[in-house]
């Protein structure tokens, strides 16, 4: 039987959750006594007993890997309730995933999910605008992005996004100053060393880089061009971070509806070379 969560208060009274109710649950769930919880994690029992009535201050993430890593033993956590943990611990992940653990995250159901999409552009970007999986739209769109892998690394790599982006100017720099805004909203800095150095052998990015912009988001659609048609059009954008999974705010959904292009847009030659 499990136990009753702290969290429900007395009475018809509600409680938000906090780390020590749901440590207390969990533990009550193991049949896992105060003292054998405090031996395995090296800590002693009277500290438990504060944590979990919510005398402490926020614990360390050594105490709570040591905490998790003894209930997960009697019986494994679901990675819900590990993730609940450290977020009421106030505590988030403190290195970044690479690219093969982000696509590794995207299941079959959010693979089949992009292609109910179709016929407009969707796909799964991680927050260094790396193409984690996209639905055909999306790569007939940006022919050629898939294959470079990288939104940064196309727009100064790969000449046929001067050609795609009929304001290829205005969206080359709001992809960079998103960039500047996603570096410093990971709150770790150090995985974008690598990214940067190799994008600065682009002088157009070394240029819009030092202009020090940093936007989150974007407030008009983008226009684009077929390349085998010559038909511009636009997509009208939603961006959305996804938090499920185990890397919660590192992928991002982009959906691009395809709409038609208004009379006038800005091209490329409007914003000087």
């Known amino acids: ?136 739209a999306y790569d007939a769109t940006f022919p050629g992005l898939v294959e470079d892998a990288n939104i940064l690394r196309w727009f100064f790599g790969n000449e046929l996004s001067k050609r795609v982006m009929v304001d290829w100017r205005r969206e080359a720099a709001l992809t960079v100053d998103w960039l500047r805004g996603l570096i410093g909203q990971s709150g770790d800095t150090a995985w974008s060393a690598e990214l940067l150095d190799e994008l600065g052998k682009y002088p157009e990015f070394r240029t819009m880089w030092a202009a020090g912009r940093t936007i989150y988001g974007r407030d008009q659609p983008m226009h684009v061009r077929d390349l085998d048609t010559d038909e511009c059009y636009s997509l009208d954008v939603q961006m959305f971070r996804v938090d499920s999974g185990n890397y919660p705010g590192k992928v991002q959904f982009f959906l691009g509806i395809r709409t038609s292009c208004p009379a006038t847009v800005p091209t490329t030659e409007s914003f000087g070379s």
């Open 1 to 136: 039987m499990l136990s009753k969560s702290t969290d429900a208060g007395e009475g018809n009274q509600v409680r938000p959750p906090t780390f020590g109710g749901l440590l207390r649950r969990l533990r009550d769930d193991r049949r896992i006594s105060r003292e054998k919880l405090a031996f395995a994690a090296g800590v002693s029992s009277s500290y438990v007993t504060h944590l979990e009535g919510g005398d402490r201050d926020h614990p360390t993430k050594a105490v709570v890997t040591s905490l998790i890593a003894y209930l997960d033993r009697i019986s494994p956590l679901a990675d819900a309730e590990r993730r609940h943990l450290f977020d009421l611990a106030g505590l988030a992940e403190e290195t970044f995933p690479g690219v093969p653990q982000l696509r590794a995250e995207i299941s079959d159901d959010m693979r089949n999910g992009l292609r109910l999409h179709e016929p407009n552009a969707a796909s799964y970007l991680d927050t260094r605008w790396n193409i984690l999986s996209c639905n055909d």
